[in-house]
Structures are given as structure tokens and as C-alpha cells.
Antibody, heavy 123, light 108 residues
Framework: QVTLKESGPVLVKPTETLTLTCTVS??????????VSWIRQPPGKALEWLAH???????FYSTSLKNRLTISKDTSKSQVVLTMTSMDPVDTATYYC???????????????WGQGILVTVSS | SYVLTQPPSLSVAPGQTARVTCGGY??????VHWYQQRPGQAPVLVVY???DRPSGIPERFSGSTSGNTATLTISRVEAGDEADYYC???????????FGGGTNLTVL
């Protein structure tokens, strides 16, 4: 059974750094067809992709946020960590981690999602 | 603005057919995937690779593409289908996924 679960602070102050952890089970990071992304959703708004890490440790970031984001993985702990610096109230959102599957033609989609964690940025 | 364009809202009576569209140049040559997000819940994959359904998704959900437009069709709409629906394409050139702005489906 594949599961993903986000953990971290639910309240951060402006200018602080947010660190979120995604703990996964039911699949292996060593599977080249599987990888993990972070996605967020401000209240009442659409989904926004943030970052992605492949099994070979290759990383990709949202163009608009890349200067503030760092993604990493700890295979031994089955965890993917996202840090976001200089938090602002506009970063208030539900943050999701999701597993990415790749089809033989190279297309990728999010087949399993965590429950999400609502992070509020406020002083 | 979004690379993938979806109508913000759609209303359908129970038992009727809902068609949610998703348009954008990026669709041409790339697979389109669809997610259902009920209020307060995480998104759920309902169609992948344009027209395939994950295990457990009813046959009432189907997908198709034509040129730069993809369509999610929900047949015999039920009250439980009321949700936001998002399309998604993975841009293989940039390795960045793109989401549409979402369509809120209301069952009248």
C-alpha cells in the first residue's frame, strides 16, 4: 500500500524558513519510474507545483520560486524534505507531497498524494 | 495566467454528462492527466495518459484529446462528483509539470 504523509510546522513567522518532510511507504526511491514532488494550494486557489526530485537525485524547481526552495531525499528514512526560505503570508497554503509515476513514453503524473499540511504564515 | 486553460465553473444536472475542457499548446504531443479534488480533500487521479483510468475509478470517467484540447467526460453525473477538476501536463523539455486553473463542477 502506497502512502505519503507530510509533517512540519503549521505556523511559521514571516521571514522564517519552512522545513517540511514527506515520509513515504509502499514504494522505493530506487525505482527509476517513481519520484516525488511537492505541490501547494493556497486557500481557495489552484494547485501550484513547487519542486521535484528523481530517483537519481536530479532536482527541478518552480521557476518563480527556485531561489527559495531546496528539495532533498533521505533514502534510508524514505523521506523527501522541502525547505522554503523567507516565508511570507502569501505562502500560506496546504502543502502536498505526491508520488510521480512515469509512463513508457515519458509522460508523468501524480498517482498518489499525501493528505496535505496547512501551513499558515503569520506573526 | 495558466499555461493550461480550464473554464472556472460548470453546472450539470444529475444523470447528465459533464465535459470539462483543458486547452493549451503544451498539450500537443504530451499526455494529459486529470485530478478530482473534493472539498477539504487531497486531489485524486481520475484519468492518466489522456484516457486511462486508475484502478477504482468508475467507468463514468473518461478522457480524450484532440489537437491542443483535452476533455474529461463524466457520464451520468452524481452528487458525489461535485468537486474541482484539474488537468495536468508534464513538460518534458523543462521537466516542469503544469496544472490548469481548475474547474469547479456543481451538480444541480
Amino acid at each position: 500500500q502506497v502512502t505519503l504523509k507530510e509533517s512540519g510546522p503549521v505556523l511559521v513567522k514571516p521571514t522564517e524558513t519552512l522545513t517540511l518532510t514527506c515520509t513515504v511507504s509502499g514504494f522505493s526511491f530506487s525505482n527509476g519510474r517513481l519520484s516525488v514532488s511537492w505541490i501547494r494550494q493556497p486557500p481557495g486557489k489552484a494547485l501550484e507545483w513547487l519542486a521535484h526530485i528523481f530517483s537519481n537525485d536530479e532536482k527541478f524547481y518552480s521557476t518563480s520560486l527556485k531561489n527559495r526552495l531546496t528539495i532533498s531525499k533521505d533514502t534510508s528514512k524514505s523521506q523527501v524534505v522541502l525547505t522554503m526560505t523567507s516565508m511570507d503570508p502569501v505562502d500560506t497554503a496546504t502543502y502536498y507531497c505526491a508520488r510521480v509515476s512515469r509512463n513508457p513514453e515519458g509522460g508523468k503524473y501524480f498517482d498518489y498524494w499525501g493528505q496535505g499540511i496547512l501551513v499558515t504564515v503569520s506573526s | 495566467s495558466y499555461v493550461l486553460t480550464q473554464p472556472p465553473s460548470l453546472s450539470v444536472a444529475p444523470g447528465q454528462t459533464a465535459r470539462v475542457t483543458c486547452g493549451g499548446y503544451i498539450i500537443g504531443g504530451n499526455s494529459v492527466h486529470w485530478y478530482q479534488q473534493r472539498p477539504g480533500q487531497a486531489p485524486v487521479l481520475v484519468v492518466y495518459d489522456d484516457s486511462d483510468r486508475p484502478s477504482g475509478i468508475p467507468e463514468r470517467f473518461s478522457g480524450s484529446t484532440s489537437g491542443n484540447t483535452a476533455t474529461l467526460t463524466i457520464s451520468r453525473v452524481e452528487a458525489g462528483d461535485e468537486a474541482d477538476y484539474y488537468c495536468q501536463v508534464w513538460d518534458s523539455a523543462s521537466e516542469h509539470p503544469e496544472f490548469g486553473g481548475g474547474t469547479n463542477l456543481t451538480v444541480l
